[in-house]
C-alpha cells in the first residue's frame, strides 16, 4: 500500500508498476483477505482512477476488515470525488447546452 501512496504523491511510473505487482501478487497468494483488496482498491484509486473498480474491491475489504477506518476513509474520498466529478460534468453540459 505504501507504493501506492508514494505513486499518488510522486507520479514515477516504477511506483506504479511496483504497487500493482505487489497487489496482483497479493490476490494470488491471499484472494480472501481484506488487506489484499484493500491493497488492489488503493491501487485503482489511486494509481488508475477507476474511482467505480475501487469501490467494489472496497466493498469486498469492508467484509473481512469491517472496522477498518482505511476502508472507510478511502470510501468517503471515492465517493466525495465522484460527486464532484458528476457535477463537474453536469456544469459542462449545461453550459454546451446554452
Known amino acids: 500500500m505504501l507504493n501506492s501512496a508514494m505513486y499518488h504523491i510522486v507520479r514515477l511510473p516504477e511506483r506504479a508498476a511496483r ?3 505487489l497487489a496482483d501478487d497479493a ?3 491471499a484472494p480472501e483477505l481484506g488487506d489484499t483488496h484493500l491493497a488492489l482498491a488503493l491501487c485503482y484509486y ?3 482512477r477507476h474511482y467505480e473498480a475501487a469501490l467494489k474491491e472496497l466493498a469486498l475489504a469492508g467484509t473481512t ?4 477506518s482505511e476502508v472507510l ?3 468517503g474520498y471515492i465517493l ?3 460527486r464532484s466529478l458528476a457535477a463537474s460534468a453536469g ?4 453550459r454546451q447546452g446554452a
Open 27 to 29: 490476490l494470488r497468494q
Open 19 to 21: 504497487a500493482r505487482a
Open 91 to 94: 456544469r459542462v453540459r449545461a
Open 46 to 48: 489511486r494509481i488508475d
Open 73 to 75: 476513509d478511502f470510501s
Open 80 to 82: 466525495s470525488k465522484a
Open 65 to 68: 476488515l469491517p472496522n477498518n
